[in-house]
C-alpha cells in the first residue's frame, strides 16, 4: 500500500466534486477472494484487491497458516493449500480492526485440525462474537470466548462438525459467510435462513470457485466436504466507498461526478434507492458483469434532496453506508427517519452515538433512538456549522464528516482518522481530485 495514513483530516468549507474516477476494490469481495482461494486447489488470480488494512490483515492471517500469497499493488495470486491444507499459525492472527477478518474465519477455522486464536484492535474486541460462536457450538465447534462474548476467540481444533439447519436472528452477512464456510468442513448439509437478505458475495464466489450452493428465497444450503477449484476474481470498487463521494456529489450544488467500476450487487444497493428516494440525480451506466457480480459506472450530479423515512427492508441492503446517509439527511429539507437499525451500535463504533454527537457538535438537530435516529434537514445553503470532530477511531465516521464540508459554514477537522485506511486508502487524495478541498495531517 502506498497511500499515506493520515491521524486527522481538515476540511475546507464549500465546493464540488466533479469529474471521473475509480474507488479502491471492494472489501467483502477481497477478503472472500482470498479466503476461498487460500482453501482452494490451484493459484487463484485477484485483480483490482483492496490493498486496505483489513484485507491484508485477512492476507497476513493466511500467510502465518502457511499459504503462498504473491502480491503486486491490487494483484493477487493465491497458491491455494487446498481444503485441508492450512497449516498451524505460529501465534495468534491479529485481525486488526476487521470485523469480516474474525467472523469468517471463525467458520472456517473451526473445521481445522489445529487450534488457533483469533485477537483484534480495541474496537474490535467489544464487538459481539456470540452470534458466531454460538451456531459454531452447534455444529460441534468448541471456541471459547472472554465472559462477555468477545474477542479473544479460542478456537479448538479436531473438533468434527456436523451440518445444521439455522434461523439466524439478525440480517448479517458476516454469520451466514461464516457458517457457510464450517460447512464446507461439516458431513452432511449446512442451511442458513436469513430474516431479510444480507450480501451475497460468499454464495456467489463459492459458485465461482466451483462448489454447489443452493438458495432458495431466505434459504442458503451447501454440502459439507466440496473441494474449490482456483480460479479469477476481478474485484469491482466498492460501492461502500463509493457511496461518500455519491452523496458529496448530491449534496454539493454543480457537481458531477461519475464513479467508474463499481460493484452493484443488489445486495449492497440500499444507498442508491435511498438517494434516489431522497430525490438525488443519480443514473448507473455501462452496466455490465464482472464475474459472477455485477458492476455499473455511477453518474451523480448535484441538486437538492428531501427528508425521508428510511424503509427497514433497506437496512442490511445499506448497513455500512448509514453514517454517510445522516449526512445527506441534514443536507435535505424536512426529516429523516431511520428505524429498524440497531446494527449501527455494534459496528466499529456505536455509529448512532458517535455520528449523532459529532452531528450536534455542527450544530444539527438529531435524536437518537436505540434503533435509528430522527435529522432535521436544513434545506438549503450551509447546514453544518464548522467544528472539530472525533471520529473514535470509525472509518466510515471520519469520511462522513469529511463530506459534511461540502455544506458546512466554516472548516471541519476530524480526529482518530487512521483507520480510514482499513477500507479506503487514497480516500484523501481521491476526494481531492474530485474537487473536496481536504488535507491530512500525521
Ligand atoms: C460484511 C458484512 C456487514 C458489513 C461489513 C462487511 C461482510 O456486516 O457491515 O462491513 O463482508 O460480510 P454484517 O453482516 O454483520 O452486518
Not at 121 to 136: G, I, Q, T
Not at 193 to 207: K, N, V
Not at 358 to 376: C, F, K, Q, T
Not at 415 to 435: H, K
Request: with cysteine; net charge neutral; proline share 5%.
Amino acid at each position: 500500500m502506498n497511500s499515506k495514513v493520515y491521524a486527522q483530516f481538515e476540511v475546507q468549507p464549500g465546493g464540488k466534486l466533479r469529474g471521473m474516477l475509480r474507488v479502491p476494490g471492494d472489501k467483502s469481495i477481497s477478503h472472500r477472494a482470498l479466503m476461498l482461494g487460500a482453501i482452494a486447489a490451484g493459484d487463484t488470480d485477484i485483480t483490482g484487491f483492496l490493498e486496505g488494512g483489513d484485507t491484508l490483515a485477512t492476507l497476513a492471517a493466511f500467510q502465518a497458516m502457511g499459504v503462498q500469497i504473491d502480491r503486486a499493488g491490487g494483484h493477487v495470486t493465491v497458491r491455494g493449500a487446498g481444503l485441508h491444507g492450512l497449516k498451524p499459525p505460529p501465534g495468534a492472527l491479529d485481525l486488526g480492526n476487521s470485523g469480516t477478518s474474525m467472523r469468517l474465519l471463525a467458520g472456517l477455522l473451526a473445521g481445522q485440525a489445529f487450534d488457533t486464536t483469533l485477537i483484534g484492535d480495541e474496537s474490535l474486541s467489544r464487538r459481539p462474537m456470540r452470534r458466531v460462536v454460538e451456531p459454531l457450538t452447534r455444529m460441534g465447534a468448541r471456541i471459547d470466548t472472554t465472559p462477555g462474548g468477545t474477542a479473544p476467540l479460542r478456537i479448538h481444533g479436531g473438533r468434527r462438525l456436523a451440518g445444521i439447519e439455522y434461523a439466524m436472528p439478525v440480517a448479517s452477512a458476516q454469520v451466514k459467510s461464516c457458517l457457510l464456510l464450517a460447512g464446507l468442513y461439516a458431513a452432511g448439509a449446512t442451511t442458513i435462513i436469513e430474516p431479510a437478505p444480507s450480501r451475497d458475495h460468499t454464495e456467489r464466489m463459492l459458485g465461482t470457485f466451483g462448489a454447489a450452493i443452493d438458495t432458495d428465497g431466505a434459504r442458503v444450503s451447501l454440502r459439507g466436504g466440496q473441494r474449490l477449484r482456483a480460479t479469477s476474481i476481478a474485484v469491482p470498487g466498492d460501492i461502500s466507498s463509493a457511496a461518500f463521494l455519491m452523496v458529496g456529489a448530491a449534496i454539493a450544488p454543480g457537481s458531477d461526478l461519475t464513479l467508474q467500476n463499481v460493484g452493484v450487487n443488489p445486495t449492497r444497493t440500499g444507498i442508491i434507492d435511498i438517494l434516489k428516494a431522497m430525490g438525488a440525480d443519480l443514473q448507473l451506466l455501462n452496466e455490465r458483469q464482472a464475474g459472477a457480480e455485477p458492476v455499473a459506472d455511477i453518474r451523480v450530479r448535484g441538486g437538492t434532496l428531501r427528508g425521508i423515512r428510511i424503509d427497514g427492508r433497506l437496512v442490511p441492503l445499506a448497513i455500512d453506508e448509514f453514517p454517510v446517509v445522516f449526512i445527506a439527511a441534514v443536507a435535505a429539507s424536512g426529516e429523516t427517519v431511520l428505524t429498524g437499525a440497531e446494527e449501527l451500535r455494534v459496528k466499529e463504533s456505536d455509529r448512532i452515538a458517535v455520528m449523532v454527537e459529532g452531528l450536534r457538535r455542527l450544530g444539527v438537530r438529531a435524536e437518537p433512538a436505540a434503533d435509528g435516529v430522527r435529522i432535521s434537514g436544513g434545506g438549503e445553503g450551509a447546514v453544518f456549522s464548522g467544528g472539530e470532530i472525533d471520529s473514535r477511531g470509525d472509518h466510515r465516521v471520519a469520511m462522513a464528516f469529511a463530506i459534511a464540508a461540502l455544506r458546512a459554514s466554516a472548516p471541519i477537522k476530524i480526529l482518530d482518522c487512521t483507520n480510514v485506511a482499513t477500507s479506503f486508502p487514497g480516500f484523501v487524495e481521491c476526494a481531492r481530485a474530485a474537487g473536496l478541498a481536504i488535507v491530512g495531517k500525521p
